[in-house]
């Protein structure tokens, strides 16, 4: 049995891998497609969206405190956002994808260890993830402001989704691929016995 001391030290690094990783991307993200900027924060490619699914499936509770410690970092320290949209934007990004996880493990009866995720499974929590997290960034500005800007919520949707697309896709080839290396290096020691 794992000792509390061990998941301590557990969950706090799946914090900051989730953190580290989201932040990572967000510079990417910027690096790569600034040109396709909306607004300040909302692009029509957000390849950390990606990680955003991610981290929850893998992390759970911990993936979301992650996402939202690097929401709080973003919104007030990079994008310097007035101190309602920054605790605001923070929780919806990373509210919007533990809530899709806990839907889709509630609607799925997921295992541990992601048993009973399949690709169709894993592609839907990614696409209510690209839905949930816009809509909950544009549902605190409405009550803040008393507006909906209708297009950037469009744009974050489409961006969401897609960097979403991105970062599975991504995932899925790196796991091939180890996989191919797991296979070749099983053949490889087979031969050299």
Request: hydrophobic content about 55%.
């Amino acid at each position: 049995m794992i000792d509390w001391k061990t998941k301590a030290i557990r969950h706090l690094g799946h914090i900051a891998i989730t953190t580290l990783v989201f932040l990572a991307l967000n510079g990417l993200n910027e690096l790569l497609f600034i040109q396709l900027e909306h607004s300040n924060g909302i692009n029509w490619v957000f390849i950390p969206a990606g990680i955003r699914v991610l981290a929850t499936l893998l992390f759970g509770f911990a993936g979301f405190e992650g996402l939202l410690l690097a929401g709080f970092y973003l919104n007030f320290h990079h994008f310097s956002f007035d101190d309602i949209r920054a605790w605001s934007g923070a929780f919806a990004g990373a509210l919007g994808p533990y809530l899709a996880y806990l839907s889709a493990k509630h609607w799925f009866n997921l295992g541990p260890r992601l048993r009973g995720l399949t690709l169709p499974r894993l592609l839907f929590t990614g696409l209510l993830c690209g839905l949930m997290s816009p809509a909950f960034h544009h549902a605190f500005m409405w009550v803040q402001t008393g507006l909906v800007d209708w297009q950037g919520l469009v744009v974050m949707i489409v961006g969401d989704s897609l960097g979403i697309l991105i970062v599975l896709g991504i995932a899925k080839g790196l796991i091939a691929l180890a996989e191919r290396n797991d296979r070749a290096a099983g053949l490889v020691s087979r031969w050299r016995h």
